[in-house]
T-cell receptor
Framework: GNSVTQMEGPVTLSEEAFLTINCTYT??????LFWYVQYPGEGLQLLLK?????DKGSNKGFEATYRKETTSFHLEKGSVQVSDSAVYFCALSQAGTALIFGKGTTLSVSS | GAVVSQHPSRVICKSGTSVKIECRSL??????MFWYRQFPKQSLMLMAT?????????EQGVEKDKFLINHASLTLSTLTVTSAHPEDSSFYIC??????????FGSGTRLTVV
């Protein structure tokens, strides 16, 4: 079945450091890929998405490129801020079915 | 737009009682609603998919008699945890599909069974 694997956390960085959170997926066909963020005490928010191979999703300085050849959708940000501290979830969906989530990666940014 | 309102945000109930969680789509019609459960520091586990006017489809291992899902209208889906026990304590989140690639989420319900 479909699945998402993302790097274990927590990830601890200093402000302005470079961020990478790895995400790989297993799916038949061509899923849509997503990154969601969950701030402390809040619900899930869509961060970015890509619906086909080689698409790049971007938002708030975060980027991820849909790589079909490596079945990956790694999240990157060039300079993190304290306000980026949250849990990040990689997810996929196919044909409008329910999102399948990775286990989540906790990011902690210190000033 | 495309807001899902989920209530209550927190509920504490006694063991053996039932709890109902509501998700309402405020400005769109939600033909399909997904229900997830999130354990502390873990991912969201899909519990079931409900389509308006039909029976919910439950994921393997989810007790349909314990977690009753009703999707009687295009704007309301409910999850009732029946005869709740402490192991049912968790964070429950609903999600609606929007168009072909979008999803919106409720803010979640923290259930504590004492």
């Amino acid at each position: 079945g479909n699945s998402v694997t993302q790097m274990e956390g927590p990830v601890t960085l200093s402000e302005e450091a470079f961020l990478t959170i790895n995400c790989t997926y297993t799916a038949t066909g061509y899923p849509s890929l997503f990154w969601y963020v969950q701030y402390p005490g809040e619900g899930l928010q869509l961060l970015l998405k890509a619906t086909k191979a080689d698409d790049k999703g971007s938002n708030k300085g975060f980027e991820a490129t849909y790589r079909k050849e490596t079945t990956s959708f790694h999240l990157e940000k060039g300079s993190v801020q304290v306000s980026d501290s949250a849990v990040y979830f990689c997810a996929l969906s196919q044909a409008g079915t329910a999102l399948i989530f990775g286990k989540g990666t906790t990011l902690s940014v210190s000033s | 737009g495309a807001v899902v309102s989920q209530h209550p945000s927190r509920v504490i109930c006694k063991s053996g009682t039932s709890v109902k969680i509501e998700c309402r789509s405020l400005d769109f019609q939600a033909t399909t609603m997904f229900w997830y459960r999130q354990f502390p520091k873990q991912s969201l586990m899909l519990m079931a998919t409900s389509n308006e006017g039909s029976k919910a489809t439950y994921e393997q291992g989810v007790e349909k008699d314990k977690f009753l899902i009703n999707h009687a209208s295009l704007t309301l889906s409910t999850l009732t945890v029946t005869s709740a026990h402490p192991e049912d304590s968790s964070f429950y989140i609903c999600s609606a599909r929007i168009g072909d690639y979008g999803y919106t989420f409720g803010s979640g319900t923290r259930l504590t069974v004492v």
